[in-house]
C-alpha cells in the first residue's frame, strides 16, 4: 500500500495580525558581542533586522529558542512578559509568548502563572515550528541559561508550509498478524508521541510507540510475562508518564496490571523507581474489560488522578490512583442485578467530577453513576437509555465474537457553547436481536447531557435510512479542544452481504444534535474475519489539538491475496469541526435561486456550467453516476480551481452529474430530495461534509 507524506497545517497566524498596541517600556541595548541561533554558530542573531532598536533581541534566547518573528517585537511588546519571564521554562520563542499573553489577560505580566502545556502544541501545529532564513526547525533544547535551535535537523520551506505531526493515511501499526482490540493515545505534551496497545498479535497484550506522532510503530511488550489482553493506554497531563492496564494471569480468572513508562511507551518499567524490581500493580484478582481514564483538567483539585474502570463478576468496579499509579484504593457500586454490567467507560469534567458510564445487561440499559470525591464515593445510580440488545449479539460481520455493546465516553472542556456537556457512544441492535445473525442489525448511538448527567438526549451519527442493509458496530467517541464531537466505527456498507466493513467517520459541530455525512477512513475494504475473535470487542480513538488518530482491526492482506490477515492499523483523520467551516449549496437546488446546473455538448465531451455558490465556498466538486442510481456518483474532478464551469468526456451508458460546492476544507449540500432530506454523499467524497448556511 503507499502512503501519502504528512499533510501541512491548515493555518498560519500573521503575528502582526495578534500584536497589538501594548503598555511603554525599557530594554536593555543590543549587545556588542555576536550570539548565536545554533551551537555550530551558523546563524548570527543581527539586531539591524529587529524593528525597535530599545530591544535586546539577543536577550530573547533565555526565554525561548530562536524565531526570526521575535524580530517585529517592539519593547511595548516586550513589557508584555513577565518579571521572571526566563523562569517560565517552555520551548516557545518570546513573539509567541507575546502572542499568548495578549489572547489571556490572565498571563499578563502574572509571574505566578505558567503557560499552558499545549502552548507547545499550539505553537507548532500553527505556526510551522521556529522560522529561521525562510525555513521551519523543530528541534530545539536548552543548555547554559538559553535555548538553541538545531540546525542540522531536517528543515521544511516556510512560511507558507508548517508542518504537523498528524499521521495522514493509514498504517499497519502490529506484526505480525493476529491482533486485534486495540487503545491509542497521543500526549498531552508532545504530539509526535503516541502509545498503543494491542491483543496481540502471537498471543498477550504489545505495546506500541512512536516517536512521529504515528507514522511509524516500534512493538515491544511488557515485563514480567504473563500478561493477557484487554489493552488500555492513557498520559499524564504533563506528559512525563504513559499508563497502561493489562488483564494478566488468566485462567479462570484474570488479574489486573498496571504499569508506567516515563520514556514515550519504549521500556514500562517506571514504577521501579518506586519499587526497585517490580514494574507493575496488582489491582485486582478477578477482573474483567478494563478500561483508563486520566484527569487533565487544570481546574480539577484531583488532576492526574488515574481512574480505571472494570468489572468482578460484573459488578463494576472503580480504582483510582492519587500518585502516578504507585498505590490504587478501590471503589465497588451496587450489585443489584439490574445494575451488573461491563465494557463502561469513565471520564471527568472541568471540574473533576466522575462519571461512570457503562451497559448493565440484565435490564438493557445504559447507567451512570457520577462522584465528586475523586471516585472515593459513588452516588445514585441512573438510566441514561435503553438498549435492544443484552451484552452482545450477533451480525454477518462478527456472528462469532458477536458485536460489544460497549461505551466509550468523553467530555466537552472547550470553554464553547457546549461546554461542560458529556457524551457516550455505544453500538446497539435497531430492534431485540435474535439467534441469527443475519436477521440483526447494528447502528450507533450516541447520548448527550448538558446538566451533569442528570437528562440525556440520543442521536445517532449515521444514516438511518439504510439501516436494514447497513450495520455500524465498534463506535469510539472523542471530544476536540473545539468542543467538536468525533465519533468512528465500523460500517459494512461497502459489502453486500454486511460481512465485509470499512471504518467510517463522523463529527458534530452542535453538541451531538446533528452529525456530518459519514466519511470513509479506510482505502480498503476489510474482507470477513474467519476467527472466533474477529474485530475483538473494541477500537481506539484519541485527540491533543488538532491530531485525530484511530485504531482499529483490519483483515486486508497486504500481499493482495485473500484474507485472512487480521491485523491493527492506524489512522490520522482530518477532523471536521468548527474550525473547518460548511460550504453552502449551488443556485438551481431545492429552495436556492439562480441559474440552475445547465449541460451543452462540444464534440464528444460535454460542458457543465452553474452559478456560484450560495453561502460560504470557494471552490467545486464534480461528481458523476449512473442515472437511476442517485448512490452510483463517484467523483471526476475534486477540484474545478473555483472555475463555475468545466468540461468533461462522459463515460458510457446515461449518466447524471452533481457538482457540490467545497470550503477547502468540507463540501456542502449534494441537494434535496423531493421530501426535503438531504442527498447522500458519494462513499468516495472528496472531502468531508458540513453544510453550511445561505445568507
Known sequence: MSFRPPRAAVRLVPVLAVLLVAVAATFAAP?????????????????????????????LVHYGPWDDRNYRLTAEDIALLAPNEAELRAPIPAWFRVALRRANPELVRN??????????????????????????YRRAFRRDGRYWVDLEAPATPGPE????????GE???????????????????DTNRVVAGTNGPSGGQKMHWSADGGATWTQVTLPLGGD???????????????????????FFFCQLWFYRSDDGGQTWTSLEDVTPGDPRREISTNADREYMHVDHSPDSPFRDRIYITYHENNVMQVARSADFGHSWLVSTLSGASENRGIAGDIVTDRQGKVYLIWPAFNSRTIRLSTSTNGGATFGPISVIASTNASFTFPIPAMNAREVSVYVSADADMSGGPFDGSIYAAWADATAPPT???????????????RDGGASWTVTTPHETADSLSVDRFQPFLAVGPDGTVH????????SPDRSGSDLFYSFSTDGAQTWSAPRRITTEISPSIEDGFEYGDYSGLDMVMNDLIAIFTDNRNETGGAADSVDVYAAGIEPGGSGSPGAGRIPGAKDVPGQPLTLDKSGADIVLTWSPVCGA?????VYEGLLGDPASSEPRQCSTGGATTTTLTPSSGQRFYLVVAQTGSNEGSYGQDSTGTERTPSVNACLPQAIGACP
Open 617 to 621: 465556498g470557494t471552490d467545486y466538486a
Open 435 to 449: 439467534g441469527n445473525p443475519s436477521s440483526n442489525h447494528a447502528r450507533v448511538q450516541v447520548a448527550y447531557s
Open 487 to 494: 465519533v468512528i466505527f465500523h460500517d459494512t456498507r461497502r
Open 228 to 250: 493477557c489482553c484487554d489493552p488500555t493506554v492513557e498520559w499524564s497531563s504533563d506528559g512525563q508518564y504513559a499508563y497502561t492496564a493489562t488483564l494478566g494471569q488468566c
Open 111 to 136: 509571574p505566578a502563572v505558567r503557560y499552558p502545556l499545549s502552548a507547545y502544541n499550539a505553537f507548532r501545529q500553527n505556526h510551522g515550528g521556529y522560522l529561521i532564513d525562510g525555513r521551519y
Open 161 to 168: 508550509a508548517p508542518a504537523s505531526d498528524a499521521l495522514s
Open 31 to 59: 549587545p556588542a558581542q555576536a550570539v548565536w541561533v545554533d551551537p555550530g554558530h551558523g546563524v548570527r542573531i543581527d539586531p539591524s533586522r529587529g524593528a525597535d532598536p530599545r530591544v535586546d533581541y539577543a536577550a
Open 171 to 189: 498504517v499497519r501499526v502490529t506484526s505480525p498478524n493476529g491482533a486485534a482490540e486495540s487503545a491509542i493515545a497521543i500526549s498531552p505534551a
